[in-house]
């Protein structure tokens, strides 16, 4: 397979951008007064906005011929289709099968993937039901309250982030908690206020193997033993979601208290799956069904609409110019809508996790960057905070700036303050403000001429930071299962472009072993040997300082 390094449109690309270099979007703006109806795509549930990026139309003809030479079409049926696209561990990628909602037949290996979605979707409406309604009893016949769902990563962070971002669309049948850290402070605070009696715990692990969530597991079964009296408590409090039904009977939880997933989905595309049910009990399962919907709506979007017109593949083109031609190395997400708080740390795993690599599909170097750092915050907190850096380091980081024609909580006068800092940012950012201007206001202001030379260059702006603006219609169950999957679509084409393998995650196994070797050296007399001399160091001083604190 070709190197994409020696594709005319890559090096094509690499001229260009030295070219767009010297270019300032202000110029670009001014000379096109249609560029916003060029570089928009509007959806049925958000428009987005790729205007104030350093592009031309040339600039997109390229990109788009970059992404039919790595035959993105092709490879986006072949996602769809079941094909054993995570080569490494020659497995299908089939998250989007898991929100089909027009139920179309798919087979893997003999199977019917269709039906075994269906049958645990009818479990979760069922179960779910059960316990909002008040016929899911504990141990002491009274209705649960209160849900702990104890996992991490992609079993944690799907579920919380919508969780949090629906929370105005709960009835408060039950109070939804997690428990990601194994740090005891967390799971302790979670439990303390909790009624055993009232109390369902779901661990949610994929291979059921993770540490951090079966020490949280078990730390939850000692606490829940403790108050009842009785192990056979457990199977009334205690269900799993994973693919090993194996290790989650061997950790003692019922049978039929076990959600299945699969395979062929990743950990961090996992809330579409039963991972999901903390949402289905919290908000109800027509609402869980509703973001799948979204998601299938965008699924569709992604898999008909022309390269030139599709939301995921602009995002996705738009990152490699940013990153690989032009340099970026970050990339900020910047919700100004509360209900998002969590999306920056959701996409952080979604995209580093999937393209946070340095081989190709064919284990050999990667000669380009792949993928920004993401980061981000809710964007008036960063306003006060981290925006200055946006706006005058020296550092360029893209950013795409979400938000909400409506709020899903009008407050009065709010939204427009909100809306207004979120219109002016992307603007900002965009025009900046040259010496020649900021000297003219300040003359307007009567400054002397002293001060005006001293702050002049201080409040220089040189503009030209690339964003694109993401404006959902309000956060419904439906738009935010659309947003979430623009983005994993988006990943997944920046993985084609740039050879990498999105659907393994072999960089955090490393130190998942190393961690298990330590944990035995701090727990035993065993000498921190094996190390070099600065984790031995580390090591050596903790024992001693925890045998002098013991
Ligand atoms: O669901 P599991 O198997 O507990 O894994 C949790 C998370 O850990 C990871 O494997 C990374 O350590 C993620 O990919 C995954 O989402």
Redesign the pocket.
Same mark, same amino acid.
């Given at each position: 397979m070709t190197a994409r390094t020696s594709l005319a449109s890559w090096q094509a690309l690499h001229a260009h951008a030295r070219q767009m270099k010297q270019q300032h979007m202000n110029d670009l703006f001014a000379a096109d007064a249609r560029r916003f109806d060029k570089f928009s795509i509007q959806l049925p549930s958000l428009l987005l906005d790729y205007s104030k990026n350093l592009i031309t139309e040339q600039t997109m003809q390229q990109l788009l011929a970059l992404a039919q030479d790595c035959d993105i079409s092709g490879w986006r049926e072949k996602m769809f289709t079941g094909e054993a696209i995570n080569r490494t561990e020659n497995r299908a990628v089939l998250h989007t099968p898991l929100r089909n909602r027009s139920k179309t037949p798919l087979e893997l290996d003999g199977e019917n993937i269709t039906l075994q979605v269906e049958q645990t979707l009818a479990k979760m409406k069922n179960f779910s039901d059960k316990v909002r309604q008040g016929h899911w009893k504990g141990y002491s016949d009274k209705r649960i309250t209160d849900v702990v769902n104890i996992?991490?990563?992609? &079993?944690n962070l799907g579920p919380q982030t919508v969780t949090e971002a629906l929370k105005q669309y709960s009835d408060n049948s039950l109070n939804v908690h997690y428990v990601s850290n194994v740090d005891g402070a967390q799971i302790a605070e979670v439990l303390r206020p909790l009624n055993p009696e009232k109390v369902l715990f779901i661990v &949610? &692990?994929? *291979?059921? *193997? *993770?540490t951090e *969530?079966m020490t949280n597991a078990a730390t939850a079964v000692k606490w829940l033993v403790s108050a009842s009296f009785d192990e056979q408590a457990v199977a009334k409090h205690f269900i799993a979601v994973t693919a090993s039904r194996d290790n989650a009977k061997a950790f003692g939880i019922a049978a039929e208290n076990i959600f299945d997933m699969w395979d062929w989905v990743?950990?961090?595309f996992s809330l579409w799956s039963a991972i999901g049910l903390p949402v289905a009990l919290d908000l109800g399962f027509k609402q869980f069904i509703e973001l799948l919907e979204g998601a299938h709506e965008m699924d569709r979007h992604f898999r008909q609409a022309p390269l030139a017109d599709n939301a995921p593949v602009m995002l996705a083109l738009l990152s490699i110019w940013n990153c690989t031609f032009l340099g970026a190395q970050s990339q900020a997400i910047l919700p100004y809508d509360q209900s998002l708080h969590m999306l920056s740390a959701y996409l952080q795993?979604a995209e580093m996790?999937s393209n946070g690599k340095s081989v190709t599909w064919h284990g050999e170097p990667v000669s380009y960057p792949t993928v920004p750092s993401i980061w981000g915050e809710l964007g008036i907190n960063g306003q006060h905070a981290f925006y200055q850096y946006l706006h005058q380091s020296n550092n360029i980081v893209p950013a795409d700036f979400i938000g909400s024609v409506e709020s899903i909580t009008p407050v009065r006068g709010h939204h427009e303050t909100l809306m207004a800092n979120f219109f002016a940012q992307t603007q900002a950012l965009m025009s900046g403000v040259d010496e020649a201007q900021v000297r003219a206001d300040l003359a307007t202001k009567d400054r002397q001429q002293d001060y005006i030379d001293k702050v002049a260059p201080h409040k220089v702006h040189k503009g030209n930071r690339p964003t694109n603006t993401i404006l959902m219609e309000r956060i419904t169950p439906k738009t935010l299962g659309s947003l979430i999957a623009l983005y994993e679509h988006k990943i997944f084409v920046q993985g084609i472009i740039l050879q990498i393998c999105s659907f393994d995650?072999w960089g955090?196994e490393l130190g998942?072993g190393l961690a298990s070797k330590i944990q035995h050296q701090l727990e035993t007399d065993e000498t921190a040997a094996g190390h070099d001399s600065s984790t031995a160091g580390l090591i050596s001083y903790y024992k001693k300082m925890t045998s002098k604190a013991g």
């Open positions: 996992g991490v990563g992609g &079993s &949610s &692990s994929k *291979t059921f *193997t *993770t *969530t990743g950990g961090r795993q996790e995650q955090v998942k």
